[in-house]
Antibody, heavy 122, light 107 residues
Framework: QVVESGGGLAQPGRSLRLSCSSS????????MNWIRQAPGRGLEWVGF??????????EYAASVKGRFTISRDDSNSVAYLEMSNLNSEDTGIYYC???????????????WGQGTLVIVSS | DIRLTQSPSLLSASIGDRVTITCRAS??????LAWYQQKPGKAPKLLLY???ILQSGVPSRFGGSGSGTEFTLTISSLQPEDFATYYC?????????FGPGTKVDIK
């Protein structure tokens, strides 16, 4: 399973770090994704970090590129989403999801966490 | 970027109905398509991948078909637990896009 944590209230322009802890598998063995859902809206892929087999490179949606950073700690099997320069459009539930492969493209999101809520407001 | 559209956006149906949801891609994505189910307040759940392969544990009343640009999700006999929002997603290349969703509610 995967469990997200770290959500909460953040002021516009500030930063927040979310965590995704895995059990039953190592986050370094698969591509790990972050997906968000604004209130009452659909799903938006935020980005991913590839598995060790594909160099651990990252890709980001255009809406967050340059502001969000995904990393991971293989020894503790935790993936992170560091969010900076937050704005109101970043408000929503953030999900962590495991891909079915290490590369990302061509992989299915086969395991999801319960999500953590981020609210950006002054 | 590849765009996905879903139709209908809202579908009202009764228990036992056969339900079909369509997902169209703006360009060919082979069979790099998944379907997810999301119930209110819950995380999405993978139903089908590679357009037509049922994820382990998903009831056989769910089925998928299609390739290229047009795909369908079919529920052969709608059950009470199937009332939810359904999303398609392509995983062919950057960026990974979800369709806008189809809400299935009670008629």
């Amino acid at each position: 399973q995967v469990v997200e944590s770290g959500g909460g209230l953040a002021q516009p322009g500030r930063s927040l770090r979310l965590s995704c802890s895995s059990s039953g598998f190592g986050v370094g063995d698969y591509c790990m994704n972050w997906i968000r859902q604004a209130p009452g809206r659909g799903l938006e892929w935020v980005g991913f970090i590839r598995g060790k087999g594909h160099g651990g490179s990252t890709e980001y949606a255009a809406s967050v590129k340059g502001r969000f950073t995904i990393s991971r700690d293989d020894s503790n099997s935790v993936a992170y989403l560091e969010m900076s320069n937050l704005n109101s459009e970043d408000t929503g539930i953030y999900y962590c999801s495991k891909s079915s492969n290490s590369y990302g493209y061509g992989g299915w999101f086969d395991l999801w966490g319960q999500g953590t809520l981020v609210i950006v407001s002054s | 970027d590849i765009r996905l559209t879903q139709s209908p956006s809202l579908l009202s149906a009764s228990i036992g109905d056969r339900v079909t949801i369509t997902c169209r891609a703006s360009q060919a994505i082979n069979n790099y398509l998944a379907w997810y189910q999301q119930k209110p307040g819950k995380a999405p759940k993978l139903l089908l991948y590679a357009a037509s392969i049922l994820q382990s544990g998903v009831p056989s009343r769910f089925g998928g078909s299609g390739s290229g640009t047009e795909f369908t999700l079919t529920i052969s006999s709608l059950q009470p637990e199937d009332f939810a929002t359904y999303y398609c997603q392509h995983v062919k290349n950057y960026p990974l896009i979800f369709g806008p969703g189809t809400k299935v509610d009670i008629k």
